[in-house]
């Protein structure tokens, strides 16, 4: 395939719905994009897609998880205004007490009826796509 302009590559994502007591954990975040999110970030090079999804979970809300099952990829170009990035999320369970870490300047968990008004990137949708059970 023939490239036009940028020649880069869109930047691989994960994120991880956590499921917590019984709800969804989502941190707020400190950098723009400002609102609450899902848990993850950038997958390094060399690194597997579940690896990074354990250390962005960790990172940002100290919880050692267990992944799960793969939920579903998106990758429409303008899910992040900063970047086109790619992700694949993951449905993961967690133990302990989450603490707000990294990135993250709160932790909140909300349940289908008690999401947050602003929610970042395209999390809304992820959120809407996990509680109806499109995917």
Do not use: C
Request: charged share 25%.
């Amino acid at each position: 395939m023939k490239h036009h302009g940028n020649p880069a590559n869109p930047f691989l994502t994960v994120d991880v719905i956590i499921e917590y007591n019984p709800g969804i954990l989502l941190v707020k975040r400190k950098n723009p994009p400002e609102g609450w999110a899902l848990p993850g970030g950038f997958v390094a090079y060399g690194e597997t897609l579940e690896s990074a999804a354990v250390r962005e979970a960790k990172e940002e809300t100290g919880l050692d998880i267990e992944l799960f099952r793969q939920f579903h990829a998106y990758s429409d170009p303008g899910r992040d205004t900063r970047n086109h990035t790619a992700t694949l999320v993951f449905i993961a369970k967690a133990t302990g007490s989450p603490v707000a870490g990294d990135d993250a300047k709160d932790i909140g968990i909300f349940r289908e009826n008690t999401l947050p008004e602003l929610i970042a990137f395209d999390h809304r949708k992820i959120l809407d796509d996990y509680f109806t059970g499109r995917y």
